[in-house]
């Protein structure tokens, strides 16, 4: 049997945002991902396909609002919005 540890565990950032409900569809986030306003890890993003691990920070605009989020979980689906929220804790919120 092929066990991956936690740690070996990735997700692209596109598919993760759209998982976590910061976008509203796959392409939304990939386009989020891509305009170069994502940080993963104080380094900005500039691709959907990065890889994204658990214990990663997210600084991730959205309106007028910046969210950094540090990622406790990778979901397996775009669940509910108490799922997703269970995937991240919110470090900083504001502007």
Same mark, same amino acid.
């Given at each position: 049997?092929?066990?991956?540890?936690?740690?070996? =565990?990735?997700?692209?950032?596109? /598919?993760?945002?759209?998982?976590?409900?910061?976008?509203?569809? @796959?392409?939304?986030? @990939? /386009?989020?991902?891509? /305009?170069?306003?994502?940080?993963?890890?104080?380094?900005?993003?500039?691709?959907?396909?990065? /890889?994204?691990? =658990?214990?990663?920070?997210?600084?991730?605009?959205?309106? @007028?609002?910046?969210?950094?989020?540090?990622?406790?979980?990778?979901?397996?689906?775009?669940?509910?919005?108490?799922?997703?929220?269970?995937?991240?804790?919110?470090?900083?919120?504001?502007?």
């Amino acid at each position: 049997m092929n066990r991956t540890s936690v740690a070996d =565990q990735t997700l692209r950032i596109d /598919k993760l945002l759209w998982f976590l409900r910061f976008a509203h569809n @796959r392409t939304m986030a @990939r /386009k989020i991902a891509e /305009k170069g306003h994502v940080r993963l890890n104080g380094r900005r993003i500039e691709r959907g396909h990065v /890889k994204v691990r =658990q214990g990663d920070i997210l600084t991730i605009p959205q309106g @007028r609002n910046v969210h950094v989020v540090r990622i406790s979980a990778l979901p397996e689906r775009r669940g509910s919005v108490a799922l997703a929220h269970s995937c991240y804790e919110i470090l900083q919120t504001g502007n």
